[in-house]
């Protein structure tokens, strides 16, 4: 089927990572930030330019398009979704993608700024990839296949198709959306609009890795109010709410609970933010584990220790706020097990092993899952995400554009 495709993966994924989209949590629109609409325009110019006559961008920074069936049998309505923002954490301005073809296996010293190296034994995946063609960026910014790999395996799924008239598809809705990394990717989200039966982000790292579950998730804020005085004339009176805020912060736990103590099953509490004044401060944490039930407990420790540090600091007063985020996707798509079922054939029939994983953290799809969107998530080759060693194959993007056109297939197969 793929023999004598020219893959157009790969220079649409520089093409786009040099977009700047990074969003902003302390922003309170809709998206975050104006910027991800540049990509958002492009990609509706790219789509309209191969057929897609109704792809269009709304107010709030969604793409929606629609490649239509080519089979006449009922076929399910299947979205694909990818994100098209960046992670706050690194800059995604004026990115340099650089590929090194033919990755020798080795170390990778990125040229803007040769003190950062991606060492092949902290990557064991990185290694195994040896003979590919990896895109890096220069050294100063993230790289953006996290989610932009996504983006690109899905337009060339697109392009595939349209070029390939006589392959049998149902309707396929596309949708890219804004703000993932902060958490806000589907808030506004017009799933009438979408008319999708269920769904596949292309969010996931290794190649072949097909991710039915996901962290569930809460975020948890407490504001501490101290008592302001002049600093000269504060015995007795003054009470910093800084101070307070930081010892909180200094009676989580040092050796467990924590994302850099923890892995596999084990959930963490994760400080993200604090800012304040000595009058007030605040400091925000995220609260993540596979066991829904396992949250309230995380956050009943919390309030335990806001209640020693307010006990430490005698006057001092706080405020909890504590809001759902996401919730584990396995709770809804083991009730649809052919929606992972077949995704796991297309991977087989794309020559490689099935790896279902959990994901420890969440996607678009944790939240759609839970709107009446079964959406579990595919693998894209994106790695080392959120920073300046982030990487990506391109023979694991071609994968993965295999691996959704097979899948495609598939459910026109078995209606």
């Known amino acids: 089927m793929f023999e004598n495709y020219a893959f157009t993966v790969a220079e649409r994924f520089l093409r786009y990572v040099r977009i700047d989209t990074q969003s902003d949590p302390q922003s309170k629109t809709q998206p975050s930030t104006e910027k991800q609409k540049d990509l958002g325009r492009l990609l509706v110019q790219e789509l309209q330019s191969v057929g897609l006559t109704d792809a269009e961008i709304d107010a709030h920074g969604y793409v929606y398009a629609t490649l239509p069936a080519t089979t006449t049998k009922p076929t399910p309505?299947?979205?694909?979704c990818a994100h098209m923002d960046t992670a706050p954490?690194?800059?995604?301005?004026?990115v340099n993608?650089?590929?090194?073809?033919?990755y020798d296996g080795g170390d990778i010293v990125l040229p803007d700024d040769p003190s950062q190296i991606i060492l092949a034994r902290e990557h064991p995946?990185?290694?195994?990839?040896k003979g590919d063609d990896i895109i890096t960026a220069g050294g100063t910014t993230l790289l953006g296949a996290d989610d932009k790999a996504g983006v690109a395996v899905i337009m060339d799924m697109v392009h595939f198709f349209v070029g390939h008239?006589?392959?049998e598809h149902g309707k396929i809705r596309i949708l890219f959306t804004p703000d993932e990394e902060i958490g806000r990717g589907v808030d506004k989200v017009d799933l009438t609009k979408l008319g999708a039966d269920f769904g596949y982000t292309l969010d996931a790292g290794e190649r072949g890795t097909l991710e039915d579950e996901t962290f569930s998730a809460d975020a948890f804020s407490v504001t501490f109010n101290g008592i302001s005085a002049h600093p000269g004339y504060g015995k007795d009176k003054l009470v910093n709410a800084l101070k307070v805020a930081a010892h909180f912060v200094d009676l989580?736990?040092?050796d467990e609970w924590s994302p850099e103590t923890t892995e596999g099953r084990y959930g963490f509490v994760h400080p993200v933010r604090m800012s304040g004044i000595a009058e007030k401060a605040s400091v925000d944490l995220i609260v993540r584990d596979f066991y829904t039930f396992k949250l309230k407990a995380y956050e009943d420790s919390l309030r335990d220790r806001v209640e020693e540090a307010l006990a430490a600091f005698p006057g001092a007063t706080a405020e909890i706020t504590v809001t759902e985020q996401y919730r584990n996707m396995k709770e809804v798509l083991d009730q649809h097990p052919a929606i992972t079922g077949y995704a796991a054939e297309a991977i087989a029939r794309a020559g490689l092993d099935v790896h279902r994983s959990s994901?420890?953290?969440g996607t678009d799809?944790?939240?759609?899952?839970?709107?009446g969107l079964p959406c579990p998530n595919v693998f894209t080759g994106e790695m080392a995400f959120h920073g300046k060693h982030e990487y990506v194959s391109i023979q694991d993007m071609q994968k993965a554009v295999e691996t959704i056109v097979h899948l495609s297939c598939i459910w026109a197969e078995n209606v």
């Open 125 to 129: 995946y990185l290694a195994s990839r």
């Open 97 to 102: 993608p650089i590929v090194h073809q033919n």
């Open 252 to 254: 989580l736990p040092k």
């Open 359 to 361: 994901a420890r953290g």
């Open 89 to 94: 954490d690194c800059t995604g301005q004026n």
């Open 165 to 167: 008239p006589e392959l």
């Open 365 to 371: 799809g944790s939240r759609l899952s839970f709107m």
């Open 77 to 80: 309505v299947i979205c694909f």
